[in-house]
């Protein structure tokens, strides 16, 4: 059920930020077969045309990812956690910090890594479930290079520079967008940083699927939100 709240959020036009797995796409047994909750497209690109709301994917995937996943032109997609941010200038990699976390990693059954060249996530998916807790606190007790971060997610743990984050660019999307009313839709424990940054600027947090989390309202799965982005873009809202 769509909460109602949502199809009046008042007279502002909407600055709506989605996330991608979770939101956009179902939960998926490996990233590379994340594929759009059916619909997904178009319920952007509808969303798109609209005159006056604003759209961002942001992503903890390579922006490129998420591209060949929707294949909606014009789409606006901020990548890895903000770092990757179109129109600006590409940040450096630190390699040397992401051979040193490689090299501290525990050594645990199943466990396997996505190198996204600017972060590392490890994933523990395809780990035995007992032995999954487990996997879970050993990466975040990894010791870590000056100005690094963990962010532990869905049977994941991410590896990422301080200073960037969904938290972070919600607040460099709202500068951008002062006249609108930013929302965000994200579904995992790295998005509880962008449901605090848009409750602070005064904006709406929706959580898709359990758990606990800041966000006042939740949807049920990734066909609700594309529900929830038909409607605002048929102008509820
Ligand atoms: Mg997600």
Redesign the pocket.
């Known amino acids: 059920m769509i909460p109602e709240e949502l199809l009046c959020l008042g007279e502002r036009p909407l600055l709506v930020i989605c ?5 956009l796409a179902p939960i998926a047994v490996h990233p590379s077969r994340a594929f759009p909750q059916r619909g997904a497209a178009q319920a952007l690109e509808a969303l798109q045309r609209h005159g006056k709301h604003r759209l961002v994917v942001l ?2 995937r390579r922006a490129q990812e998420v591209h060949g996943f929707l294949g909606v032109a014009g789409l606006r997609v901020i990548g890895l956690h903000g770092l990757e941010w179109p129109g600006r200038p590409e940040q450096p990699r630190d390699r040397a910090a992401i051979q040193q976390i490689v090299s501290r990693l525990p050594q645990v059954e199943g466990m396997w890594l996505e190198d996204k060249g600017w972060t590392l996530a490890v994933h523990y998916r395809d780990t035995p479930e007992p032995l999954q807790p487990k996997a879970a606190a050993l990466l975040a007790a990894v010791p870590l290079p000056e100005g690094w971060e963990a962010m532990p ?2 049977k994941v743990c991410e590896y990422r520079p301080v200073g960037y984050g969904k938290g972070w660019a919600i607040g460099q999307l709202a500068l951008e967008h002062p006249q609108h009313h930013p929302v965000f839709v ?3 424990r ?2 509880e940083e962008g449901f605090a940054a848009v409750l602070g600027l005064g904006g709406t947090a929706v959580k898709v699927g359990g758990g606990e989390s800041l966000a006042p309202y939740r949807l049920g799965n990734s066909l609700e939100v594309v529900e929830l982005l038909t409607l605002w873009a048929r102008g509820c809202g």
Do not use: A, E, N, S
Not at 19 to 23: A, L, R, S, V
């Open positions: 996330d991608y797995d979770g939101t992503t903890g997610g869905k994200g579904d995992d790295t998005d």
